[in-house]
C-alpha cells in the first residue's frame, strides 16, 4: 500500500481547496486527484493502485461516488480500505448507504478554507489510526 491519497473530485476548486488544506494539516501524503468515478475505477481496478486512503465526492457525472466505493467493496484488494465520502447535500440516505458499504467518514463539504482544515485534520486522525495498525 503507497502512502498516497487518492482524491476523486469533479470539482477543481474544492479538489485545490482539499491539497491546500491537507498541506496545512500536515498530512504528509502525497494526494493523487482525479476528476471522475471512471477515472478512479481505471486506477484502482485495472492499475491496481493501492493508496492508503480514498477521498470520493459523492455528487458526480457517470459514476458517482457512492457507486465507486460499492465496486470498490466487491474488490477483495479494496474491500478494507479506509474510504472518506464528501457530499455537498448530507442527504440521509446517503449516510446510511456509505455507512452500509464501510465508509469510515462522511464528510459535508466545507464552504470555507477553514471547514477544509477541519476536514483535513479529521482525515488526518483516521489516517494515524491506520498506520498504528
Not at 16 to 38: K, M, N, P, T, Y
Amino acid at each position: 500500500m503507497s502512502g498516497e491519497i487518492l482524491l476523486v473530485d469533479d470539482d477543481e476548486d474544492d479538489a485545490f481547496l482539499f491539497r491546500l488544506a491537507a498541506s496545512e494539516a500536515d498530512l504528509a501524503r502525497e494526494i493523487r486527484a482525479v476528476q471522475s468515478g471512471e477515472a478512479a475505477l481505471d486506477l484502482l481496478l485495472k492499475d491496481r493502485l493501492e493508496p492508503a486512503l480514498i477521498v470520493l465526492d459523492i455528487k458526480m457525472a457517470g459514476i458517482d461516488g457512492l457507486e465507486v466505493l460499492r465496486r470498490l467493496r466487491a474488490d477483495p484488494s479494496h474491500r478494507d480500505r479506509p474510504v472518506v465520502l464528501l457530499t455537498g447535500s448530507d442527504l440521509e440516505a446517503d449516510r446510511a448507504e456509505a455507512a452500509r458499504l464501510g465508509c469510515r467518514l462522511f464528510l459535508t463539504k466545507p464552504s470555507s478554507l477553514a471547514g477544509y482544515g477541519e476536514m483535513a485534520a479529521r482525515i488526518k486522525s483516521l489516517l494515524d489510526e491506520f498506520d498504528k495498525r
